[in-house]
C-alpha cells in the first residue's frame, strides 16, 4: 500500500461505518456525487470521501493508490491505465458535452463554425481571448485536441491559463470577455456567474464526454472493494436513474445524461 501524506477530503457523504476515497472533479462540484453517495450509504452503509481533482490529477491519485476509485473524462490515458495494469473495473457511467461559450458579440464569429477545431481556428486566428484551465483535467486534455485537430499552438497574450477547475475557469472567462470551453453540466447549473457570456458553438460529437468509473486492482488499496460495490450501484438502475435525472427538478433539464446514452459516443 502506498503511504503518503493524508488526502484532504473536500467533502465526506453518508454516515456508514466503512468508507472508500473516490477522486473527482466537477461531478462532485456540481452535487451529483453526494446525490449517489447518499444513496449508495442508505444501502451499504458506507461513507464516500470526496477527493477534490481533475481527471489528470485523479487518475495519478489512483496510480499512486491513494484513492480507492475515480469517475473521469479521459478516455485515451483511461485507455492507457487498464493496459498498464493499474485501474481495473472500468464502467461506462454516463456523459454530457462541451460547449464553447464566449461574450455575446462573438469577436470570432465562431456561431458559424462548422466543428470545435473551426472555432478554435476562428479564436485564434481574432486572437480573441481563450480562458484555458491548463491543469491536465479531462476538459484541458480535450481542449488540446481540439487545438491539435486545428493544427494550432495556442500561445499569446490572448491565451489566458488558469490552473483552476471549472466554475473558477468560467468566472474568469466571464471577468475577461472571453471564450471558454465548459462542459454542459457547470454551464447549466452555473451559468449565472457568467451573465456576459452565452453558448456560441455546441453540436460536434467530439465534444460530447464520455465519463468512466475505475477502481485500483484488487488488495491495492485498503476499500477498494466497497468501491467497486459503489462501482456497480453507479451502473445498477437506481443508480443510473439518479444520473439521468440529476439536476432536472432544479434546473429544468438534466445535468448529465446515462449510460444508455453515453455508449454510441464512446471511440
Known sequence: MAQTNPLKSEAIYGQGNKSFKLATGSPGELGLLQALGEAFDKKEGARLIWIKAGSGASLNLLKTQQVDMIMVHAPEAVNKAIAEGWATDRTL?????????????DPANIKIATSGADAYSKIAKAQAKFIS????????QKEMDIWKKAGITPEGNWYIITNDFM???????????????????TWVAEKDVAPNLQILYRGDKFLVNTYDALAAPSSKTSDRDIAVKFIQFVASD??????????????????YNDAAYAKQYVH
Open 167 to 185: 466554475t473558477a475557469s468560467l468566472k474568469r472567462a466571464n471577468a475577461e470577455n472571453a471564450y471558454f470551453m465548459s462542459d454542459s453540466s
Open 133 to 140: 484551465r491548463g491543469d491536465k483535467s479531462g476538459t484541458h
Open 238 to 255: 437506481e443508480g443510473q436513474a439518479i444520473i439521468r435525472n440529476y439536476g432536472k427538478s432544479q434546473y429544468k433539464e438534466p445535468l
Open 93 to 105: 457511467i454516463g456523459s454530457n458535452e462541451f460547449y464553447i461559450v464566449g461574450p455575446k458579440n
